[in-house]
């Protein structure tokens, strides 16, 4: 069997996603390979596809214990026999795995890094022919990264042990130089094939939304996008998530919750029933997604601001995976940043540490007081160059509304730092130019500086605005210090000598236009509603009757396929992606039937995917 016909029989796909016919070729060739591609990007594929077509087992190390059950369930949906081995399995039950992988009944072996160098795991890769080591998440064993795990130090001397050393894979979403370069040297990759995929994610619809209230703005999102599909709403607190899910379950929405301060077996059953779609919605602090990877969640709101781009972004990317249009949506309020900056006070981190997190921090915050494209902004945290200056796909670049010249109220400003010697932070600056009586204001002289309540009838709010939109175009510096300070950047000096002027949006709330209809769909057919219902309703059945995740079944993007392309015999059925030959035979007869009443109902004609 060559690459494409497994790619067709087990898969169901007729080509393959951007890098990972490299990879899969690097590796049936025997080279090591490292896979650097960002969130449903298709990582599992690159080490699941050569597995079945070596001789010998795959073994795939992950860190993520609780998804390995999910992946060996869905690698059973499509015809190929796996196994896992970690510590939530009783003694006996290892064994009794150990005994069957030894027999050969497996081809992947899914283990957490902590059961590599075991006794009775190191005897078994010596009996066995271990053909390729994948190492997923391989950033894990970095210091430098987000995630470090120490049981990853392990890997290299599990590898060295194995007698005939086999390919070794590394995958990860991580694009920090320092990062990669670590992952290299330290599993001792032997002059590995490399394919990096670039960080954007065109699917995603991404924008910043300023609210003064949070709930009630989520609450019209719900009742306007997405009422039937999975979502996200991150907090950054235990206490918000309880407030929030309570609030929008009195509100009719089917809520749950999940944080680190509830009992392991509650949070356990809140996950399963939203990965089962039980429910539609989970309220979390950032304790939830790493070990989630399904792929329909169609939105993420950010309730309040996460500490950093990278947190954000792998926040956000749980968005979408499955490559239909997703919203990733950011709700701002500066009080926010006052909360994340607390928390790095209180941290008991070194002091360069702490300035690289306030850093880290700004960079957020510009990105919430942009004007500019957003997903370009993302895209150079990550060190890539944007094609455009505009992708048409964010907040920012559909929003229309009209630009006002703020040149006088940027001077205002600008003066007042400079009256006030940058000595003083945000806070100050606004009480300074509003002209208020606070008690530091008089104490500190401030009162009689020139620029004192020259911005008197602007709210503190818009003053705010005013204050950080500067900051992200570069007109003001903030001091990354606990207590930060505002200072005149060298290009402020044209604004205030009159040689540029400012312009900002002319409201300054962002709603979202429309629901994401300008969102781009990976895979983009226009299909029929009511039959995609139907279909819906059928794979959710099934899946409830198997007790496995729906997208276990099919993918939304194969059901779409299905009810624009009315597929009605099994050749028809076998050329829609996502059906292979494991899924057609377990699920082909059921959904053929839907289809043909529908289509027969309704006088449709089986269209053919291939001839468009
Ligand atoms: P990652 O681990 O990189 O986040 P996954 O392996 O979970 O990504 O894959 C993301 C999604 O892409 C999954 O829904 C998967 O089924 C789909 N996918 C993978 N390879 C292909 C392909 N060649 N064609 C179409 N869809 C694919």
New binding site residues.
């Given amino acids: 069997m060559d690459i494409y016909q497994a ?1 067709q029989t087990y ?1 169901g ?1 007729d ?3 951007a890098g ?1 016919k490299k990879i899969v070729e690097g590796a049936l060739g025997g080279k090591d390979v490292l896979g650097i ?1 960002p ?7 690159c080490y699941q596809l050569p597995a079945i077509l070596m001789d010998g087992i795959t073994l795939v190390i992950s860190p993520l214990i609780s998804l390995m059950k999910d992946q060996v369930d869905s690698l059973e949906e499509i015809g190929i026999p796996g196994t896992f081995i970690n510590s939530t399995l009783e003694d006996n039950d290892i064994n009794y795995r150990l005994q069957e992988i030894r027999q050969g009944n497996y081809k992947i072996v899914y283990v957490a890094p902590e059961r590599l160098n075991t006794y009775a795991f190191t005897r078994l890769v010596k009996d066995i022919k271990i053909s390729m080591v994948a190492i997923d998440e391989a950033h894990c064993i970095s210091q430098w990264g987000h995630d470090f795990r120490p049981s990853y130090a392990e890997i290299p001397k599990f590898i060295l042990n194995i007698p005939r050393r086999p390919v070794v894979a590394a995958y990860t ?1 991580t694009a920090t130089r320092l990062v990669v370069d670590e992952i290299k040297d330290l599993l001792g990759l032997r002059d590995p094939l490399e394919s990096i995929i670039g960080f954007d994610r065109p699917n995603l619809f991404y924008q910043v939304v300023k609210v003064s209230n949070k709930l009630s703005y989520v609450n019209d999102y719900l009742k306007n996008n997405f009422q039937e599909d999975s979502g996200i709403i991150y907090c950054a607190t235990r206490k918000t998530v309880e407030a929030v899910t309570e609030k929008l379950n009195l509100l009719g929405y089917s809520v749950v919750s999940y944080h680190g301060g509830m009992d392991s077996e509650s949070r356990q059953k809140n996950q399963d029933d939203f990965i089962l779609n039980k429910v539609k919605i989970i309220v979390a602090t950032n304790a939830f997604g790493m070990g989630i ?1 399904k ?1 329909d969640v169609r939105f993420v709101i950010h309730y309040n601001m996460p500490q950093n781009m990278e947190a954000y972004y792998q926040e956000a990317g749980r968005a979408g ?3 239909e249009p997703s919203d990733c949506t950011l709700l701002y309020s500066p009080s926010d940043i006052v909360k994340q900056k607390l928390l790095i006070q209180n941290s008991t981190f070194s002091e360069k540490r702490e300035n690289i997190l306030y850093e880290n921090l700004q960079y957020l915050v510009d990105y919430c007081n942009t004007n500019d494209c957003l997903r370009s902004m993302i895209l150079e945290y990550f060190g890539e160059d944007s094609l455009e200056a505009k992708c048409h796909n964010c907040g920012n670049c559909v929003d229309n509304s009209e630009m006002v010249d703020i040149t006088l109220e940027a001077q205002k400003i600008l003066s007042c730092i400079y009256r006030v010697k940058e000595r003083f932070g945000v806070s100050i600056i606004i009480n300074v130019l509003r002209g208020s009586k606070n008690k530091r204001i008089l104490e500190f002289g401030l009162n009689s500086v020139s620029t004192y309540g020259i911005m008197k009838e602007y709210s503190e709010g818009t003053v705010r605005e005013i204050i950080m939109t500067l900051i992200s175009m570069g007109y003001i510096l903030v001091t990354a210090d606990k207590f930060p300070v505002l200072r005149l950047s060298a290009r402020s000096r044209d604004v205030l000598n009159g040689n540029e002027r400012v312009y900002h949006k002319k409201h300054l709330l962002q709603v979202k236009p429309s629901s994401s209809k300008s969102a781009k769909a990976a895979h983009d057919v226009d299909f029929d509603e009511e039959l995609f219902l139907e279909l819906r309703d059928l794979r959710y059945t099934l899946s409830q009757e198997k007790g496995i995740a729906p997208f276990m079944v099919f ?1 939304d993007s194969t059901l779409k396929e299905m009810a624009a392309y009315f597929p009605q015999s099994k050749e028809a059925m076998l050329a829609i ?1 996502g059906v292979g030959e494991k899924k057609y035979e377990s699920y082909g007869q059921s959904f053929l039937e839907i289809i043909r009443n529908y289509a027969q109902k309704n006088e449709k004609k089986e269209r053919r995917p291939f001839y468009g």
Avoid: V, W
């Fill in positions: 790619l898969f796909y080509e393959f996603k990972q591609m969130t449903g990007g298709g990582k599992s594929l979403a990877d792929p995976r499955d490559g993918h992606k």
